[in-house]
Each structure stands twice: as C-alpha cells, then as structure tokens.
C-alpha cells in the first residue's frame, strides 16, 4: 500500500509538472512540486526510501520533461542527500526552516538546470527576468509547503508504529534530529 500511494504522488507530480503547468495563467513563476515531496520524503521517510524516491522521480521527470538525461535525477538525489545530512544536525521541526529549505531546494534546483543550459550551449546567456521568476517560485514554495506538507502526511505513510520502536510515545516529530528539544 505504501509503494502504490508513493507511486501514485509521484506519477501526479510528473503529470501535473509536463502536462498541466504549460497550461496555467503564469507557468513561469510555478515551482516544481517535487521540491517539496523530496524534502518530506527525506525528513520523514527513511534513508533508503528518500534515496529511492528521488531516483525513481527523478528518472520518470528526466524521461517526459525533455531535460538532458539525468538533470533531474542529479538535482533530486542532491537535495534528498542534503536534507538526510541537514536533518541530523539541526532540528527541522520547525515551519520556517521547513520553509527555508523549500525556498532554498527551489533555488539550487533552478541553479542545476541554468548550469546545465549554461554548459550545453556556449551562447547561452541567463535572462534579464531569471531572478524575478527564481525568487517568486521560492517565496511561493516557501509559502506553500506547510500546505504541501500537510497534505503529503495524510496522503503517504511515513512511519509505522509496529516496525519502528525507536521513536517516543510521546507525540514528538517524527524525523531524526540530534539536537535536544
């Protein structure tokens, strides 16, 4: 059950990402929804299924966006791996800083994709409104994911009391933090 609901968001962001975004009344100022669906899968998921997810979204993004082979799947992996390693040293429970790196998870994944342009094609030059739409697409991915967040965690299971003693009974977050609240 868990591996059809993670398929099913997954396959919904590609869609709504290649098919329904050219279609919306400002697509250029649209996030990628993944951004957000990465950064929960690597704060409450475990490593190997953040890992997983992020390949595997990122392969199927790479297939239908018509992006070079592997842009997305390197940008997704990055993020996923970051957030794992962030996730350990500071407290992410917080609705700013799950803001913060949706902000920032937005902005690398928009830096990948200009580098990427950038090397591809030597006349390449950034446009003038490149970091108008960069700075909206994070100030509304900022603003959206708690939404986002809330939605995926009653959508997708992340942790299974049964398989997983480690956590407290004490209704504490259920992401790994060393630090001491």
């Known amino acids: 059950m868990r591996f059809f609901q993670t398929t099913t968001v997954c396959l919904f962001i590609v869609i709504f990402n290649t098919a329904m975004v050219p279609?919306?009344?400002?697509?250029?100022?649209?996030?990628?929804?993944?951004?957000?669906?990465?950064?929960?899968?690597?704060?409450?998921?475990?490593?190997?299924?953040?890992?997983?997810?992020?390949?595997?979204?990122?392969?199927?993004?790479?297939?239908?966006?018509?992006?070079?082979?592997?842009?997305?799947?390197?940008?997704?992996?990055?993020?996923?791996?970051?957030?794992?390693?962030?996730?350990t040293l500071i407290r992410v429970d917080q609705v700013w800083m799950i803001q913060l790196f949706a902000g920032l998870g937005v902005l690398f994944e928009d830096m990948v994709l200009l580098g990427m342009t950038a090397l591809m094609d030597p006349g390449f030059r950034i446009p003038p409104t490149a970091a108008e739409r960069i700075g909206v697409q994070m100030l509304l991915a900022a603003v959206l994911t708690p939404?986002?967040?809330?939605?995926?965690?009653?959508?997708?299971?992340?942790w299974n009391p049964s398989t997983n003693e480690s956590r407290s009974r004490s209704g504490t977050k259920p992401w790994r933090t060393t630090s001491k609240g």
């Open 23 to 87: 279609f919306l009344f400002f697509p250029q100022y649209v996030f990628d929804p993944a951004v957000p669906f990465i950064l929960f899968m690597s704060l409450l998921g475990s490593g190997r299924r953040a890992f997983g997810v992020s390949a595997g979204l990122g392969l199927v993004m790479d297939g239908f966006s018509g992006a070079p082979f592997g842009l997305y799947t390197t940008a997704y992996l990055w993020m996923a791996a970051a957030m794992r390693q962030v996730s």
């Open 147 to 158: 939404f986002l967040f809330s939605l995926l965690y009653r959508m997708v299971p992340t």
